[in-house]
């Protein structure tokens, strides 16, 4: 039974994609910060386990590290991240600022790095990072200089990971979700978690060594740097 391990898996496109995999018999290692408050992914059926993390937490990284010892983990799928708005640079908060830096790149990156023997271990070897075209320079019109610029350093942590874990087997990919309708997109967003989670999940299928590094929409397509 293959595995994955979801973070932020209470809501929105975590929970989808608990649900998804628990459907088809994966064994779902599934994360968020409160496990008592989390009823609805204690209500996916099938081999699903919830676990307290939070990813600002080097100390509760670890220690879920040192819990999962020895379990091979097919997919690490590092979902967690907020979005702290700010419309332009002169609205800033700082503080919030570094906050989502904290969340959006070290929080998936320490993540990674204390489960990198657990993903090496297993058979797909994958790391699924959610990511968002906000932060591709090239498609830049502007503004949310908070969220778009946790995504581009996250994106470049992630290449420089890609390679690094390279000789591992591991296969690192970044993905933009879509404009999802969920608490981040908002009701009107145009795709839904289940689009979303679903196509992501087809293209993880069908990673080979050579997507190492890949920056990917959810639907697979390619997105500039």
């Known amino acids: 039974m293959p595995t994955v391990l ?4 209470n809501r929105g496109i975590g929970l989808e994609l608990a649900r998804q995999y628990a459907v088809d018999g994966w ?12 009823a609805d992914l204690k209500a996916v059926v099938g081999q699903v386990s919830v676990h307290r993390l939070d ?22 799928f590092n979902n967690a991240g907020i979005n702290r708005r700010a419309p332009s640079i002169g609205d800033a908060d700082y503080a919030a600022w570094a906050a989502t830096m904290e969340t959006n790149v070290f929080g998936p990156i320490r993540v ?13 070897k994958v790391m699924a990072f959610v990511s968002s075209k906000m932060g591709s320079v090239a498609e830049n019109t502007g503004g949310s200089i908070m969220y778009r610029s946790s995504k581009s350093a996250l994106n470049m942590a992630v290449s420089c990971l890609a390679k690094e874990f390279a000789g591992r087997g ?3 990919v970044m993905f933009h979700p879509g404009h999802v309708r969920t608490d981040m ?15 992501m999940r087809k293209v993880i299928a069908g990673l080979t060594p050579k997507d190492n590094g890949a920056f990917r929409n959810f639907d697979g397509t390619p997105l500039p740097w």
């Open 6 to 9: 979801i973070t932020s898996a």
């Open 185 to 199: 997109g908002g009701p009107t967003a145009p795709v839904t978690a289940t689009d979303s989670a679903a196509g």
């Open 27 to 38: 064994q779902v290692v599934a994360t968020c910060r409160d496990p008592d408050k989390a």
């Open 55 to 76: 990813v600002d937490d080097p100390a509760g990284v670890e220690a879920l590290g040192a819990e999962l010892n020895g379990q091979p983990v097919d997919v690490l």
């Open 170 to 172: 591991v296969i690192a």
């Open 112 to 124: 990674a790095w204390a489960l990198r023997d657990n993903v090496t271990a297993s058979r797909a």
